[in-house]
C-alpha cells in the first residue's frame, strides 16, 4: 500500500491513523503506518509532553503526528471563563434534568472534570504547539479549518507538514490556498465532525480540486478493500479513526463503552450536535435523542455546548451509565466486532487491500503484479 506520499514520509503503508490515545499511534507508526496523536484534549502542556514522550518511546523511530484543532480566526481577549458566562440557565438546568432522571450520580468531591474541549481555543492550541514542535513530529493536522498563517509558517520552518480536513471541495481549496500540504477529504460517515457529502462524491472532487496536491480518503474505511477503493479514486493514502478504538493498545477507561461499540452496528449512529456544537457522528444513545428532541432547549454553538456538556459527560463515562454512554464513532463501527491489536488490524487492512487488487487485476484480464 505504497503511493508517493507514504514514500516521501518513509512509511510502508500509506495508512494514517488518528487516535487519542499515545500507545495507539506508536502502534500504527511500528506497523508500518502513520500514527496521529489528537491533543484535543490535553489543556495542560505538561501532560501532552509526556504523552509525547510515551508515543516517541514506544513509536520505535517510526514517524508520527500531532491533530489539533484551532480556528483560522483568532478572537482576541476573550477567555474560557468569559464563554462559561454565555451558557444559559435553562441550558444548564436541562443537563441537569437529565443526568438526575437516569441516576448519574456527581463527581467525588475535589474530582475535576476529566473530560473538557477546550483545546480549541488558540491559546491552548498554540500551547499545545509550543511542546509538539520539540519533538520530531513529521505532520501537524488540524482538524478546524486551515489553522493560522503563521502556525503554517512555523510547522514548515520544522521540516513538519500540514494537513487539514475537508468536507467539500470548496473547503478544501481553501486549504490549498493558505499552503497547506495534504487535504484529507473526510466524508459524511466518518466519526467525529463531518459535512454532509458521502466519502464516494467527496473525495474524486476533492482530489480533481486540489491536484496536485495529495488527498487523504477518509469516512467509512475499515477494510483493504475500501482503501483500494479510496486509492483508485485518486486518494494518496487514508485518514482512519474510529477502528482503532476497540484495538487491544486503547485506553477507553471503560468496558462498557467497548462492549457497546463492539456490539453497535453501522446503523447505531447518530450525527448530532450533541457534543460540542457542531455535527458530529457518535453512537445513538439517550443523551444525543435528548439533545434531537424538538421538545428540548436545543444545543449551543460551538464552544458552548462542549463547555455545557463537559461535566455531564464526565459522570457518564465515570459511572458508566449504559442509557448516555456514548462516543464519537463512525458508520464503520459495524465492522469493529472484536478487540484485536493494532498489528492485527493493520496485517487484515493489507490482506484486504490483497485480495482488491487481484480482484481488479482479473477483470482488467492482468495477471497479479
Partial sequence: METELSRELGIEHAIFGFTPFPAVAAAISRAGGFGVLGAVRYTDPQELARDLDRLDKLADGRPYGLDVVMPARKVEGVSEADVEAMIPDAHRGFVQELLARHGVPELPEGEASGWRITGWMEEVARRQLDVAFEYPIKLLANALGSPPADVVERA??????????????????????????????????????????????????????????????????????????????????????????????????????????????????????????????????????????????????????????????????????????????????????????????????????????????????????
Fill in 156 to 369: 514548515h520552518d520544522h521540516g513538519v507538514r500540514v494537513a487539514a480536513l475537508a468536507g467539500s471541495a470548496e473547503h478544501a481549496c481553501r486549504h490549498a490556498a493558505a499552503g497547506i500540504d495534504i487535504v484529507v477529504a473526510q466524508g459524511y460517515e466518518a466519526g467525529g465532525h463531518t459535512g454532509e457529502i458521502g466519502s464516494m462524491v467527496l473525495v474524486p472532487e476533492v482530489v480533481d480540486a486540489v491536484a496536485p496536491l495529495p488527498v487523504l480518503a477518509a469516512g467509512g474505511i475499515g477494510s483493504g478493500e475500501q482503501i483500494a477503493a479510496g486509492l483508485a479514486l485518486g486518494a494518496q493514502g487514508v485518514w482512519l479513526g474510529s477502528l482503532w478504538l476497540t484495538t487491544e493498545e486503547a485506553d477507553l477507561h471503560s468496558p462498557a463503552l467497548t462492549r457497546k461499540l463492539l456490539a453497535a452496528g453501522s446503523g447505531d449512529t447518530v450525527r448530532s450536535r450533541a457534543l460540542t456544537g457542531k455535527p458530529a457522528r457518535q453512537l445513538r444513545t439517550a443523551w444525543t435523542d435528548a439533545w434531537d428532541d424538538p421538545a428540548g432547549p436545543g444545543t449551543l454553538p460551538m464552544p458552548l455546548q462542549g463547555l455545557l456538556v463537559a461535566d455531564a459527560v464526565s459522570r457518564i463515562q465515570k459511572y458508566e451509565v449504559g442509557a448516555l454512554l456514548g462516543t464519537p464513532v463512525g458508520q464503520i463501527v459495524g465492522r469493529m466486532t472484536s478487540e484485536r491489536s493494532v498489528q492485527a488490524v493493520v496485517d487484515d487492512l493489507t490482506r484486504g487491500f490483497e485480495r482488491a487488487v487481484t480482484r481488479i487485476n482479473r477483470i482488467a484480464g492482468r495477471s497479479a503484479p
